[in-house]
């Protein structure tokens, strides 16, 4: 089984694809030695696209204010708990500005979906950013909106748009989400980032509730098939104060794993090691860059806000500086062999789609 195993991932390196039983058997034999083999893959090709560079994207959670309900988000409307919090647009700049001074040439802007926030003020925000800092990108992550508001926020500057379709098994995602949101409606959103012209990230997570092995094979399909620039997995994390809190965490492995694999099938896609696998693993996010990965999100929040944007139980870095979180991850990342870049970090073939 190990060898035909093997077999798929061979496959996989020379076809970029496997079909949704092949995925599911990969899936299903998963062991170490197996993970030893996807990683010693998916690392060549990592490297054969970006080197050891490892890009790094200011995070700003500027609002943990969200009009949606979604069964595992702590940050959810329903968590009558959340300590609410909005950054100011003198902080939101001024967490730029300091970015900027620390080497960071893209800021995330990201949030709940905060109705305070208007198209106007996230247009206003985005022009800005880019007025002071015209050598940065700006990465928006603010949830479902219209497509007539991504184009207003794409007109006005924005570069990039983080959407993570959270299961592409539309059964599944009525299991995590309340009736008012749909898993069509959030795909659909994605391919109208893509046709604007951002340059578009989706993902899921690994090991969420009712969560199957075909489940996971259908994402890895359709993330083919979306073709995003970038891809955002990170293992399910749960939150005390949601429906799912005694629900199992995804696991390290199975993460990793996928990892490996989505760099096998998306060669040049830009890959992050998330805040949620450093979480659930001290050297998490070291063995995400191990298995494909190529960057990294470090906190610019304000100090006296990361403890409030908790999207997840544990969260790792919600008391550190900005530039201690830095100078921190330049360390760890040269010492597994890879190095972080003053970069905008754009997809590898940005400058001949854009």
Known sequence: MQSEAKQLID?????????????????????DELSKYLFQKSDAVRRKYYGT?????????????????????????????????????????????EGHKLGFRTFVLQGGEDPYFTDDHICHLVESIKKNHP?????????????????????????????????????????????????????ECLYMLKEIGYQVGAGFMVGSPFQTKENLAEDLI?????????????????????????EPNGTLEETLFLLGGIRLSLPQVLLPSTTALGTIDPQGRELGIK????????????????????????KICTGEESAQCKVCLEKRIESIGYKIVTSRGDHYNYYNWR
């Open 11 to 31: 496959k996989l390196e020379t076809e970029n694809q496997l079909n949704k039983e092949e995925w599911i058997y990969l899936l299903e034999h998963r062991t």
């Open 222 to 246: 359709f993330l083919k098939e979306l073709e995003p620039h970038m891809v955002g997995i990170g293992p399910f994390i749960s939150h005390h104060d949601t429906p799912f809190k005694d």
């Open 291 to 314: 298995a494909g990965a190529n960057v990294i999100m470090p906190n610019l929040s304000p100090v006296k806000v990361r403890g409030k944007y908790l999207l997840y139980d544990d």
């Open 53 to 97: 560079d490892v890009y790094v994207r200011g995070l700003i959670e500027f609002t943990n204010y969200c009009k949606n309900d979604c069964y595992y988000c702590g940050i959810r409307c329903g968590n009558k708990n959340a300590e609410r919090y909005r950054l100011s647009d003198e902080e939101i700049l001024f967490c730029t500005d």
């Open 135 to 187: 050598d940065c990108a700006v990465t928006l992550s603010i949830g479902e909106k219209s497509y007539e508001s991504y184009k207003r926020y794409f007109d006005a500057g924005a570069d990039r748009y983080l959407l993570r379709h959270e299961t592409a098994n539309l059964d599944h995602y009525s299991r995590l989400h309340p009736s008012n949101l749909s898993g069509k409606k959030r795909q």
